[in-house]
């Protein structure tokens, strides 16, 4: 689920950061769950060790990053203050077995000084993970019915296509000059393309939604058998392509395919139930956020 993925990016970074959490300057309170506060500092750590992994949309900015921060950052003071109300109970050998996996995954050993710290977090989190799938997780049930309309909506058509990629914008203006004269496909494609299977023509397979950036997907789910697109400008260089044939997925495809299309509605079940169980959270306890102080 979106949301519980950047709650557990924001504390898999302050399990990283112990000071994060020991600061204990009052310089600044911008956030309060009940008793607890978090500070200008705590939030800073926080977001300098997890900004370089987040990629700010043009509609929320940077601003909306550091409040997407924030904001997960009481999240989990939320979940955590349920789960201690709720009761939830662990053992030490469940809290040390996870904190041994952790311990070896980075690295560390039992004698690293922050120990306590990193048994305190990893406990936290467990409790945590536990009210959500008690909450959340278990509630949540997808059907037949719900995995076959997810298919129509995404997988049912399939397209082929050939393509021309080259990393120069220059010679990307060129090739998209030369095809609207009427130069040969296949022919530019050999002659220039950086881009898989040159030598027949840029040629791949048949291909449902999921497999490339949306943004690509876009161009070649609107285009019909014998257009060609204008150049398509991606992170990694620019595209060309043609497409050759479109078809429907079999019943046998929609079989193969049936795992992945329930971790897809499931997973977006999970984000609009978690999101409603927070906004019940957030009205039944004490927060004040300031976001001006960010």
């Known amino acids: 689920?979106?949301?519980?993925?950047q709650v557990a990016v924001v504390f898999a970074a302050l399990l990283l950061f112990p000071a994060v959490l020991y600061a204990g300057e009052q310089n600044g309170i911008i956030a309060e769950v009940q008793d607890e506060i978090i500070t200008k500092f705590d939030f800073d750590r926080a977001y300098q060790t997890i900004r370089p992994m987040m990629t700010p949309s043009p509609e929320i900015g940077e601003e909306g990053i550091k409040k997407e921060v924030l904001d997960s950052m009481v999240?989990?003071?939320?979940?955590?203050?349920?789960?201690?109300?709720?009761?939830?109970?662990?053992?030490?050998?469940?809290?040390?077995?996870?904190?041994?996996?952790?311990?070896?995954?980075?690295?560390?050993?039992?004698?690293?000084?922050?120990?306590?710290?990193?048994?305190?977090?990893?406990?936290?989190?467990?409790?945590r993970y536990r009210l959500i799938e008690e909450e959340v997780s278990s509630k949540i049930s997808v059907s037949e019915e719900?995995?076959?309309?997810?298919?129509?909506?995404?997988?049912?058509i399939q397209v082929k296509i050939k393509q021309i990629f080259v990393k120069d914008r220059a010679l990307a203006d060129y090739i998209s000059d030369s095809l609207a004269k009427g130069a040969d496909f296949n022919a530019l494609c050999l002659a220039y393309s950086e881009g898989f299977n040159k030598e027949n023509g840029g040629e791949l397979d048949f291909m449902s939604r999921g497999k490339f950036d949306a943004s690509f997907e876009k161009v070649m789910f609107s285009m019909k058998p014998g257009d060609t697109s204008g150049i398509?400008?991606?992170?990694?260089?620019?595209?060309?392509?043609?497409?050759?044939?479109?078809?429907?997925a079999s019943e046998a495809e929609y079989a193969t395919l049936r795992e992945s299309l329930y971790e897809t509605v499931f997973s977006a079940k999970s984000e609009s139930r978690y999101r409603d169980y927070i906004s019940r959270l957030r009205q039944s306890i004490f927060i004040k956020v300031r976001y001006d102080r960010l």
């Open 146 to 156: 719900e995995l076959k309309q997810e298919f129509a909506k995404n997988f049912s």
């Open 1 to 5: 689920m979106k949301k519980s993925i």
């Open 75 to 127: 999240d989990d003071l939320l979940l955590l203050k349920e789960a201690e109300k709720k009761g939830i109970q662990l053992t030490d050998a469940e809290i040390s077995a996870a904190l041994e996996q952790y311990l070896a995954q980075g690295g560390l050993s039992m004698n690293d000084p922050n120990i306590g710290f990193y048994r305190k977090k990893i406990k936290h989190n467990i409790l």
């Open 232 to 248: 398509i400008e991606m992170p990694q260089g620019y595209y060309i392509i043609s497409v050759l044939d479109t078809r429907t």
